[in-house]
């Protein structure tokens, strides 16, 4: 098999044709508050899970923390700049809950929110489009200490949060995302507890899920009472589930996987139920006595986009008895009654994240969305991947990640020719961040960081990518 991300080899033609995409594309890139922000006890700003978990010893790799991160808080004008230099149309980014709303409830720490006033007034003033995340995984501490996204509560104080939000910035952020990636906050904060806060329990894990979709359903409500205007999503990281053969037993188990993965969010956001074989498969963890009436109806309250992340497949098969346990998301534990489903591993090119790369899996994502759920306009509002990098005098010419993007984009513009209606795209990420459980030692960013010095060095996939914006396509190779 050809790897779909290679760059052309010397001397080999390739014969890859230009492609344009619709005028009006949004063209973007994303980052994630706790990831670049830093200033974790500045401005008002109190502990979320992540910054408990950062500090428990064991739980990121060689005791990384967010604590100074990109130090983004202090240098948000100059990286604005960049990004303007790059010509982003839009860029999509997080408010820090614990920053804004310090413990989670009560009133709005004004100084949290000057800072994303100022955030928002500089993008616009460069004529960025902001794209608003409330929640990418910073619940604030005293929160998880009262319950966590498993306590029912939880939902109700982030629709607060929503409004408290959505008051200060709603006169000038057209787009709003309540959630980004729900699969991770439930299954690897609650489950694998690879991620904060931490816990292990399945029962919880799907509790969290829930709630996390109540909280969403709540905050799209008020997100649309204090701005009717708001253009209001969500974002789901999504997977194409393939079986490793045609064995009903291979096949089941990805049609297990799937549920977890995908349709445990898609069917309730956006059909306003369960799967009725997911709730079989789970019965054995939950009877779902969490969910009350009025729930689902409330989860899929009407929205405006769908935000779509997209990485890599799950390759998965039956299980195999004595079969080792793997880690991070493979781990049984991230799969609450399908534990014993095994991931397979096909061999093919794999990005530093240990992710088989597959763009045609952009295009069945995105075809399967607008095809099985919806006809609204959907966005790619993550996608990238980490690679070593190496900076050489001054530069860094990072081949592997300007080939993933290339094959990505491609794989976008052909899911738009088949009938998608997908109205932009957000590189992951702007900058080298802190990756969550992998601290600094994993690079998604088109921009180079040098955490000592703070100094940033645009790759040469943030040059081509600037390319492909002025564009509004990919040249010809
Ligand atoms: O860094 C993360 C991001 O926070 C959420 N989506 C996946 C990225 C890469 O793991």
Redo the contacts with the bound molecule.
């Keep these: 098999m050809s790897n779909p991300a290679s760059p052309p080899a010397v001397g080999v033609v390739d014969d890859r044709p230009p492609l344009t995409f619709p005028p009006g594309f949004l063209w973007g890139a994303a980052t994630?508050a706790y990831?670049i922000e830093g200033a974790a006890a500045e401005g008002g700003r109190t502990p979320s899970i992540w910054d408990t978990f950062s500090h428990t010893p064991g739980r990121v790799v060689e005791g990384h923390t967010g604590d100074v991160a990109c130090d983004h808080y202090h240098r948000m004008g100059s990286d604005v700049a960049l990004m303007a230099e790059l010509g982003l149309k839009s860029y999509r980014f997080s408010v820090s809950w614990p920053r804004v709303q310090p413990g989670g409830t009560g009133p709005a720490n004004a100084e949290g929110l000057d800072f994303y006033r100022r955030l928002v007034d500089e993008l616009l003033a460069h004529g960025i489009e902001p794209w608003l995340t409330l929640y990418?995984?910073d619940l604030p501490q005293p929160l998880e200490d009262v319950g966590g996204w498993p306590a029912r509560d939880t939902a109700a104080r982030f629709a607060d949060y929503a409004t408290l939000v959505a008051d200060a910035l709603g006169d000038r952020v057209r787009y709003w995302t309540t959630l980004?990636?729900p699969w991770?906050s439930a299954f690897l904060g609650y489950g694998s507890g690879v991620h904060a806060p931490g816990r292990s329990d399945g029962a919880d894990a799907v509790r969290a899920g829930h709630h996390l979709m109540l909280g969403h359903g709540l905050a799209v409500q008020a997100l649309r009472a204090a701005r009717p205007t708001a253009e209001v999503g969500v974002t789901v990281?999504l997977y194409p589930v393939t079986p490793a053969s045609d064995a009903p037993a291979d096949v089941d188990a990805a049609r297990r996987i799937d549920g977890l993965a995908n349709r445990f969010f898609l069917d309730p956001l956006l059909r306003g139920s369960y799967p009725a074989d997911l709730m079989a498969d789970l019965a054995k963890v939950t009877d779902f006595g969490h969910v009350r009436d009025g729930d689902l109806a409330t989860i899929s309250s009407p929205l405006d986009v769908v935000g779509v992340?997209y990485?890599s497949r799950h390759v998965v098969a039956a299980p195999v008895p004595g079969a080792e346990p793997e880690p991070y998301w493979r781990a049984p534990s991230c799969w609450p009654g399908s534990e014993d489903v095994r991931f397979v591993t096909r061999g093919v090119p794999v990005t530093d994240?240990n992710w088989e790369i597959d763009a045609p899996g952009l295009v069945e994502t995105l075809r399967r969305v607008h095809e099985e759920y919806t006809d609204l306009p959907l966005y790619v509002t993550?996608n990238?991947s980490?690679f070593v990098d190496e900076v050489v005098d001054g530069q860094v010419d990072d081949v592997d990640r300007l080939a993933y993007f290339d094959a990505h984009l491609r794989a976008a513009h052909e899911a738009i020719e088949a009938g998608v209606p997908l109205r932009g795209y957000f590189a992951?990420?702007l900058m080298d961040?802190f990756?969550?459980a992998w601290g600094y030692t994993?690079r998604?960013g088109m921009v180079h960081v040098d955490y000592d010095s703070q100094v940033r060095i645009p790759k040469s996939s943030a040059r081509w990518y600037a390319e492909v914006i002025r564009r509004n396509g990919l040249a010809a190779q």
């Design positions: 994630a990831q990418h995984w980004n990636e991770c990281n992340n990485y994240m993550e990238g980490a992951w990420s961040n990756e969550w994993k998604f």
